[in-house]
């Protein structure tokens, strides 16, 4: 008797797992993931973990929690191959039958092509064992490069200065963290990090990693040469789709899935990082790399399997990150935004930039405002718009509750204005 088997046993395959039990699937449940460790919280890799003397993981969940919910969890082995038309996947050379079968492989980090990648001394961060090496050789660096000016690269570069250690960051476009927020917010994280002594080039690109067996410099594309004991590469992540393609399953910059996270092959489905799904708020399909994703597509998922609905996934995208003091929360998608209106004031701190798109409310991008971004997932989720005089003069909240309140007390059906 199949069941479900689930392919990697990150925030989405282990909350898929947790799920489909709270949901009442009785079936068996495979969890397999090729990481030797229970489920972790993968962000504080680039961020506590870094940081502490610490060097234990935050596990997602208790250990106990696997086996009181009779999940099989299979930790350091990989699925090989999936036969989708046949219902079996190969563990170690082992048949596993299943009935539903979802892919939560993730994504992995983007290398560059370069000279000298296979250097000692040169990293990149996903997963555990990559965070303990990190860690390890940052104990005795003292010039670390890093490729890439994204969530993770500015992370780590905040900490290392923190650190004493000298920062470079080679960004090859022209703000830092351009495909995920305003260039209010880059600016002010350039501010901040030249602050604490990060060093950022722009429009610059790594075209070789320099030493003898360990890194010891890098040299730009335009030719100069930065000292370097340690390089981490923060250039982004692709899906890993290879099962998939492996398989004949439709791949499109992601494994293509339909609004119940359903493949091109039926009764195998992909979720988080590794999927490309349509998304109610464009009118395309996109991929994801959040916790808040990977986790709510898997709670939607198994709501799915277990039967106890069709309906499509709407969640309201949401993500964090920490930078220096700096915590910056997004919700929403920015990208076809038109109109921006600021609260608060880059001077002080904290500040957010409300995205507005045709007159409506879609995004919001915040650096400590933790309350606008709290606001902004209930607002983006009920249809709401403030006024741009609310969002200047801070009574945004104030006009959401009674805009609520109406709401609720409206008739059925009837559309409050
Ligand atoms: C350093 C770091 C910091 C981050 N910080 C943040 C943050 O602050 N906020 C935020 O929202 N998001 C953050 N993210 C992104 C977030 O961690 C991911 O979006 C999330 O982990 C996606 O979950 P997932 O289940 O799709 O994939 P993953 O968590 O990557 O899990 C996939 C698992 O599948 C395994 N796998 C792949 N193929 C196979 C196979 N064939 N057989 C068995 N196992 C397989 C992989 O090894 C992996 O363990 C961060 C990511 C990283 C790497």
């Known amino acids: 008797m199949g069941g479900v088997v689930i392919v990697g046993a990150g925030h989405g395959g282990s909350q898929l797992a947790v799920s489909l039990r709270q949901e009442g699937y009785e079936n068996p449940i495979v969890l397999i993931c090729d990481e030797p460790e229970y489920p972790y919280h993968r962000p504080p890799l680039s961020k506590a973990f870094l940081k502490g003397a610490d060097d234990s993981l935050q596990p997602l969940r208790g250990e106990a929690i696997y086996v009181n919910n009779a999940i099989d969890y299979r930790p350091g082995k990989r699925v090989e191959r999936i036969d989708a038309a046949a219902r079996f996947c190969i563990v170690d050379g082992e048949a596993i039958a ?240 038109d109109d921006h209106v600021v609260a608060g004031d880059p001077v002080e701190g904290a500040f957010a930039v409300y995205h507005f798109r045709q007159g409506r409310l879609i995004a919001i991008d915040s650096v400590n405002r933790p309350a606008d971004h709290m606001l902004g997932r209930k607002m983006i989720a009920a249809g709401y718009t403030p006024a741009p005089q609310e969002i200047s003069d801070g009574t945004v909240g104030a006009s959401f509750k009674r805009w609520s309140a109406a709401a609720s007390a409206a008739p059925k059906g009837q559309r409050v204005a």
């Open 98 to 337: 299943f009935d539903k079968l979802v892919l939560a492989t993730g994504a992995v980090p983007r290398r560059p092509t370069v000279k000298g990648d296979d250097l000692d001394g040169v990293f990149a961060l996903r997963t555990a064992t990559d965070a303990r090496r990190i860690k390890s050789a940052m104990a005795t660096a003292r010039n670390v490069v890093i490729v890439g000016g994204g969530f993770i690269g500015l992370e780590i570069a905040a900490t290392m200065a923190a650190a004493g250690k000298g920062v470079t960051v080679l960004e090859i476009g022209e703000r830092l963290l351009a495909r995920a927020v305003s260039p209010l917010i880059s600016t002010h994280v350039l501010a901040r990090l030249a602050g604490a002594g990060v060093d950022v080039w722009f429009g610059t690109a790594s075209a070789e990693f320099l030493g003898e067996g360990t890194v010891n410099a890098v040299r730009t594309h335009s030719g100069d040469e930065i000292s370097a004991d340690m390089v981490v590469v923060g250039i982004g992540a692709d899906p890993d789709v290879a099962l998939a393609v492996e398989a004949g399953i439709a791949v499109d910059g992601g494994i293509v899935v339909d609004a119940q996270m359903q493949t091109s092959a039926e009764g195998v489905f992909a979720i988080g990082d590794c999927a490309r799904f349509p998304h109610w708020q464009l009118d395309r399909s996109i991929r994801l790399e959040s916790v808040q994703n990977a986790t709510d597509q898997a709670r939607h998922l198994a709501g799915v399997i277990a039967g106890k609905h069709q309906e499509p996934y709407t969640a309201v995208p949401w993500f964090w990150s920490d930078i220096a003091d700096m915590k910056l929360q997004m919700v929403g998608l920015s990208m076809d935004a």
